[in-house]
């Protein structure tokens, strides 16, 4: 099996907001569309409120679904009431850090220095679930899915799922 070759992977959905709701929210609207459009396979979009225990319960609820990829959007800036973070940091087993530090570079030419307060990252959970977390904004998901996650997403299926 090659790398380079396309598997459609299962993927989940959560936006962490305080400000939107699942209607208004339109950059889990366009992770949703996008990861579809390109084969992928969406197992649920899912909404919550920027608290820990609403994040860590929505988040069990859809590694329970057993998703190759969960993506979050919202809830990783410096903000007081920006948990997001905090919350789930916690349950990364294997860092991935070139996705936050890539991430931060893309931005950078985008907004400028004001990148270095975005704490996206990426990893896999204890269960095996490559989890990343990503920004609010529409634009900020658009950079990190189509820069980063839809060109690797075939590699790391590939990885996490060879016999050795």
Same mark, same amino acid.
């Given at each position: 099996?090659?790398? =380079?070759?396309?598997?459609?992977?299962?993927?989940?959905?959560?936006?962490?907001?305080?400000?939107?709701?699942?209607?208004?929210?339109?950059?889990?609207?366009?992770?949703?569309?996008?990861? =579809?459009?390109? /084969?992928?396979?969406?197992?649920?979009?899912?909404?919550?409120?920027?608290?820990?225990?609403?994040?860590?319960? /929505?988040?069990?609820?859809?590694?329970?679904? $057993?998703?190759?990829?969960?993506? =979050?959007?919202? @809830?990783?800036?410096?903000? $007081?009431?920006?948990?997001?973070?905090?919350?789930?940091? /916690?349950?990364?087993? /294997?860092?991935?850090?070139?996705? @936050?530090?890539?991430?931060?570079?893309?931005?950078?030419?985008?907004? @400028?220095?004001?990148?270095?307060?975005?704490?996206?990252?990426?990893?896999?959970?204890?269960?095996?679930?490559?989890?990343?977390?990503?920004? @609010?904004?529409?634009?900020?998901?658009? =950079?990190?899915?189509?820069?980063?996650?839809?060109?690797?997403?075939?590699?790391?299926?590939?990885?996490?799922?060879?016999?050795?």
């Amino acid at each position: 099996m090659e790398v =380079t070759d396309f598997h459609a992977v299962s993927c989940a959905i959560l936006t962490i907001s305080d400000t939107r709701s699942l209607e208004t929210d339109e950059s889990g609207r366009y992770l949703a569309a996008t990861l =579809t459009e390109n /084969q992928h396979h969406l197992v649920e979009r899912a909404f919550c409120r920027d608290e820990p225990e609403a994040i860590n319960r /929505q988040i069990d609820r859809l590694i329970a679904m $057993k998703p190759f990829c969960l993506m =979050t959007t919202g @809830g990783t800036g410096l903000a $007081k009431r920006d948990v997001t973070y905090e919350t789930l940091r /916690q349950r990364i087993r /294997q860092e991935i850090p070139g996705f @936050g530090e890539l991430f931060r570079m893309l931005s950078y030419k985008e907004v @400028g220095s004001r990148a270095m307060v975005s704490r996206a990252f990426a990893g896999f959970t204890e269960e095996g679930i490559l989890l990343f977390v990503l920004p @609010g904004s529409k634009n900020a998901c658009q =950079t990190a899915l189509e820069n980063l996650i839809l060109p690797e997403l075939p590699h790391l299926f590939v990885e996490r799922t060879k016999k050795n």
